[in-house]
Nanobody, 124 residues
């Protein structure tokens, strides 16, 4: 089982960009579908983006389409989330998660392993 560590969060102004990284330990990273989720105060955790094991298939929530890009480097055991044109409503704790599956899942309950989260705050 992999362990996940996110980095790259911070405070930026609306319209700015951030790149989140999620580094995985273990030799089986390429066997996991990877997802990015976020949770704002008082709200449920929601999917932001997900990427297939080989990186060829991706999913984006409607709220981030055209602004966020998920990618992965299996040689580096890392998944990324490039976030552009950030909005105050993107403010949340962002989590990466791993799903031992071939199916691109959007339900957080499907994911087996979670990172500790990284705070993203967008000021208006």
């Amino acid at each position: 089982q992999v362990q996940l560590v996110e980095s790259g969060g911070g405070l930026v102004q609306a319209g700015g960009s951030l790149r989140l990284s999620c580094a995985a330990s273990g030799r089986t990273f390429s066997n996991y579908v990877m997802g990015w989720f976020r949770q704002a105060p008082g709200k449920e955790r929601e999917v932001v983006a997900a990427i297939s094991r080989g990186g060829t298939n991706t999913y984006y929530a409607d709220s981030v389409k055209g602004r966020f890009t998920i990618s992965r480097d299996n040689a580096k055991n890392t998944v990324y989330l490039q976030m552009n044109s950030l909005k105050p409503e993107d403010t949340a704790v962002y989590y990466c998660a791993a799903d031992w599956s071939v199916v691109l899942a959007t339900d957080p309950k499907k994911y087996d392993v979670w990172g500790q989260g990284t705070q993203v705050t967008i000021s208006s």
